[in-house]
């Protein structure tokens, strides 16, 4: 098993890739402490990791709130021993889904999506890098995983404080990996999904989780019909970024730090803009012919 003896503590798991991700982080052996800012949602995950028979503790945190973070890291030092695996995984949307245009968004609004998507994660990869630098034997091989998201590598229309926030998520990772935890041995790398999201993710706090992916709740999946450049015959799932976080944790990438993957972009960061369309090349060589170059 991929994290056999290892410890890990997941933030934002009562729903949608926090959830996949401890029944996954816990199947493949390591004692799990799951964290949600709701109580109820931890403990329901906490429930399904027990039912598939393996370890884990559930602690209420609020990733906005210091000293919650750093009770939850205690807590698993307190329960387990150590700590081998923080995985910041906590995050929010933008205030009505992107629907408020730029000149419009409030300062509460802006510091609200910071405070979760880039505070949380500034305050747990502090508190692991304390626990993890007092491990018995040392923090070598300590594994910090972290959401971002491809809003941060391009674009979205209607996120800037979402995007903002996970592009710093992503300079946090390289100025970490680069200048302050790399000497203790401990890794820390971003996913950045852009496909494959919990359907959650634009339902209310208190929604029922569903834990599906959006592409998973449209009904019949047409891979045709879809605009991910890779044909798969499934839709994306939240499991296809819950394993890429599994194998960041794992001791099989014990020198990659300091990286983001975009773990389900299936092709889409790859595209160009300009919409050449899917008979490209004999509009292209019909065009020449008629002597017709501006497309």
Not at 194 to 205: D, E, K, R, V, Y
Request: hydrophobic share 40%.
């Amino acid at each position: 098993m991929r994290l056999a003896n290892k410890v890990a503590v997941i933030t934002g798991a009562g729903s949608g890739l926090g959830r996949v991700s401890s029944r996954l982080f816990a199947q493949e052996g390591a004692k799990v402490v799951i964290t949600d800012v709701s109580e109820e949602r931890a403990n329901e995950t906490l429930k399904q990791v027990l039912s598939d028979g393996n370890e884990a503790i559930a602690v209420k945190a609020d990733v906005t709130v210091e000293s919650e973070v750093e009770a939850a890291v205690q807590a698993a030092v307190d329960t387990y021993g150590r700590l081998d695996v923080m995985f910041a995984n906590a995050g929010i949307p933008a205030k009505d889904f992107g629907l408020t245009p730029f000149e419009d968004i409030s300062e509460a609004e802006w510091d609200e999506t910071h405070d979760v998507v880039l505070k949380g994660v500034f305050f747990a990869v502090k508190h692991a890098v304390r626990a993890m630098k007092n491990n018995p034997g040392g923090p070598e091989g300590g594994s910090i995983i972290c959401t971002s998201s491809a809003a941060s590598l391009v674009g979205y229309p209607g996120f800037p404080q979402y995007g903002s926030a996970k592009a710093g998520i992503n300079g946090l990772v390289r100025i970490c990996a680069a200048w302050e935890i790399g000497r203790y041995g401990i890794r820390i790398n971003a996913i950045a999904p852009t496909h494959g999201m919990s359907a959650n993710f634009i339902l209310p706090a208190d929604a029922p989780v569903l834990e599906k992916s959006h592409e998973e709740m449209a009904g019949e999946w047409i891979p045709e019909h879809s605009p991910i450049p890779l044909k798969i015959s499934r839709p994306p799932r939240i499991l296809d970024s819950a394993y890429p976080a599994l194998f960041l944790a794992s001791d099989e990438l014990l020198y990659m730090s300091g990286v983001t993957i975009p773990t389900t972009d299936g092709g889409t960061l790859a595209q160009v803009a300009i919409p050449f369309g899917a008979n490209w090349r004999e509009n292209l060589n019909d065009n020449a012919r008629k002597g017709n170059f501006n497309g």
